[in-house]
């Protein structure tokens, strides 16, 4: 029932209102993380966490300049790596002023932790956005993140028998695995295939601008839309296993009650936060080349 929310968010949204989207769906998933933190005897940094988690948010979302991003492809890769790092540096300077030290450590960990693991990745989906075909690439991103979790848990539920990881996820199979790798490439290529086809339709839509489509899309070989695909898979569910892993050290079955019968926030975002960067890297390293 979600999915046409996310779809139109995606594709129609202005990048102020989508970077203020992301940042909902990364404090809530922190919120969560922090509380799982808990579990593991931490006391974390709750409000300095959110609140540059929300000065992040807001230089993404400030675009003076119309459609034309403040913050560049370079930017925002020398920006992603000096803020990683300076996490460190802001979250133990503020443990400081704990009058139980033991507890500081832990708790910048926690939240240096919080902010490359959800954060980073949440932004990488609004900058993805802001470049050329920016809406066909989500598009593509979130099929192939959706066609692989569906597949795997339909494969794995009928014809599952051997375990991927039953100590950090004791339902999720090879063969569900497989499927969903297989599905996701088939996706990524069908769209690849069929871009220009879909761009036109969503422009006619009125649900894309044309530089969001991808009408300038170049002959190219089906093979490295196949890897990008199964790279992109591959990472996806690796993001479902880490999850499950703080869950389980965690001794709990989701990571919140947000969604009746699907679990927390980060639950629903675990897969997108380790598949986002794979192609926000990819796309980058081409618009710089």
């Known amino acids: 029932m979600l999915i046409p929310v996310v779809l139109a ?59 034309t991003p403040l913050v560049s492809s370079g930017n925002l890769v020398a920006a992603s790596a000096f803020l990683a790092s300076f996490t460190t540096f802001l979250f133990l300077t503020i443990g400081m002023r704990r009058r139980d030290m033991s507890t500081a450590f832990p708790a910048a960990l926690v939240s240096a932790f919080a902010f490359a ?4 990745p949440m932004g990488f989906l609004v ?4 470049l050329g ?30 375990l991927m990881s039953p100590r950090v996820s004791p339902k999720k199979t090879w063969e569900g695995a497989v499927a969903s790798l297989l599905a996701s ?3 990524g290529v069908l769209l ?37 695909s199964a790279l992109i898979n591959v990472a996806a569910q690796l993001g479902d296993l880490v999850e499950s892993l703080i869950k389980r050290g965690a001794n709990v079955k ?15 975002v675990d897969a997108l936060l380790f598949a986002a960067p794979v192609l926000w890297y990819y796309v980058v390293w081409h618009v710089m080349q």
Request: hydrophobic fraction near 55%.
């Open 254 to 268: 989701d990571s919140g009650t947000l969604l009746p019968g699907h679990g927390g926030m980060l639950d629903r």
């Open 185 to 187: 490439v088939g996706i």
């Open 192 to 228: 690849y295939h069929y871009a220009l086809p879909i761009s036109t339709c969503l422009l006619n839509w009125h649900l894309i601008e044309r530089r969001d489509g991808l009408f300038s899309l170049q002959a190219e070989p089906m093979w490295p839309i196949a890897v990008r």
């Open 117 to 120: 693991y959800i954060a980073l």
């Open 9 to 67: 968010l995606v594709l129609k949204a202005p990048i102020p209102v989508l970077a203020l989207i992301a940042a909902l769906v990364a404090l809530l998933s922190i919120q969560e993380f922090l509380k799982l933190s808990e579990s593991y005897g931490i006391q974390p940094f709750r409000w300095p966490t959110y609140i540059f988690v929300g000065l992040f948010f807001l230089l993404l979302a400030v675009n003076p300049a119309g459609r």
């Open 133 to 162: 075909s920016g809406a066909f690439l989500l598009l593509y991103l979130l099929a192939i993140v959706w066609a692989g979790d569906i597949f795997a848990y339909l494969a794995g539920k009928a014809v599952g028998r051997h």
């Open 127 to 130: 900058h993805l956005r802001e």
